[in-house]
């Protein structure tokens, strides 16, 4: 069973920095692509960073320039480094990845940037 736990968040002002980290166990970390996505109150679910498991990375246009994912094979984590925040990043952040045709979610990490 495929298990993600995140770490990191919090508040912070705006134009701050935080950095999430989600640590995976029951799988074979460096094959797994990985996902950061976020959910804001009354707004859909949506993609904000990915790593594929070479290492190639995108990003949604809003965090371009501002976020970056990253990937520690050694220590099965991901990080999303999020500099220059906004309160439009004020969300839950979630990491994600798909094994088996299955998908696995971390619990959701809360970001509040007040302005």
């Known amino acids: 069973q495929v298990q993600l736990v995140q770490s990191g968040g919090g508040l912070v002002q705006a134009g701050g920095s935080l950095r999430l980290a989600c640590a995976a166990s029951?799988?074979?970390?460096?094959?797994?692509?990985m996902g950061w996505y976020r959910q804001a109150p009354g707004k859909q679910r949506e993609l904000v960073a990915h790593?594929?498991?070479?290492?190639?990375?995108n990003y949604a246009d809003s965090v371009k320039g501002r976020f970056t994912i990253s990937r520690d094979n050694a220590e099965n984590t991901v990080y999303l480094q999020m500099n220059s925040l906004n309160s439009e990043d004020t969300a839950v952040y979630y990491c994600?990845?798909?094994?088996?045709?299955?998908?696995?979610w971390g619990q959701g990490t809360q970001v509040t940037v007040s302005s």
């Open positions: 790593i594929t498991s070479g290492g190639s990375t």
């Open positions: 029951g799988t074979i970390f460096m094959f797994n692509a």
């Open positions: 994600n990845t798909h094994r088996g045709g299955l998908e696995f």
